[in-house]
């Protein structure tokens, strides 16, 4: 599992609550990702980080920031939440730079927004 | 970026060979070819990867074509076990500051006794 974990594994919340997520790895990966899935979409890129304090957007990034000040630990915010934001969160970290690189992801985080 | 295409869905049954293919008509020349496979409540898990020709290993093998445009996962002698969705996934600017995958809907593939 590449070392990596995600807090919470489980969250219910209400519309307009801030929520924050975050994903901590061990073994100092310089990449970090946040994935959403939902039912007949598959995996969609949110964020994703290639340093501390560098970040970047993905596919579905309305909605959500992100920050990474240190290099373990790479947080999801969703300022206020929605319920198009109901969904199931994954962390991942990619080995390296190069080609043939891969990517590891976390056990996940389900969010069910009321 | 270099999407991909794959069968929502795959029927077969225990002890048979399982063959998933991808096209991936824009593949990039640096690109390489990654496979994934997901069990329900589960993250991704990496299954192989290959650049041109064959690549084996203990889990599946991987066949790409001369000209890249696709490639086809192998799975030998599937189990119930096996019944996952399965991604193909082509890297995007790896080495550049980028590096995100893209990830498709996957091909469902159910096992059955």
């Known amino acids: 599992d590449a070392g990596i974990t995600q807090s919470p594994r489980h969250k219910v919340t209400e519309t307009g609550t801030p929520v924050t997520l975050r994903c901590h790895q061990t073994?100092?990966?310089?990449?970090m990702y946040w994935y959403r899935q939902d039912p007949g979409h598959g995996l969609r890129l949110i964020h994703y980080s290639y340093g501390v304090k560098d970040t970047d957007k993905g596919e579905v990034s309305d909605g959500y920031s992100v920050s990474r000040s240190k290099t373990e630990d790479f947080l999801l915010t969703l300022e206020s939440a929605t319920s198009s934001q109901t969904s199931v969160y994954f962390c991942?970290?990619?080995?390296?730079?190069?080609?043939?690189?891969?990517?590891?992801f976390g056990p996940g985080t389900r969010l069910t927004v009321l | 970026l270099a999407k991909t295409t794959q069968p929502i869905s795959m029927d077969s049954y225990e002890g048979q060979e399982v063959n998933i293919t991808c096209s991936h008509n824009?593949?990039?020349?640096?690109?390489?070819i990654t496979w994934y496979q997901q069990f329900p409540s589960q993250g991704p898990r990496f299954i192989i990867q290959?650049?041109?020709t064959k690549v084996t290993n203990e889990v599946a093998s991987l066949f790409i074509p001369a000209d890249r445009k696709s490639s086809t996962l192998s799975l030998p002698r599937v189990s119930l076990s096996d019944t996952a969705v399965y991604y193909c996934l082509v890297g995007d600017e790896y080495g550049g500051s980028q590096g995100n995958l893209i990830f498709g809907k996957g091909t469902k593939l159910s096992v059955k006794p």
């Open positions: 290959g650049y041109k």
């Open positions: 073994e100092n990966h310089r990449y």
């Open positions: 991942a970290i990619r080995t390296g730079t190069g080609s043939t690189d891969t990517q590891y």
């Open positions: 824009n593949i990039a020349t640096n690109d390489y």
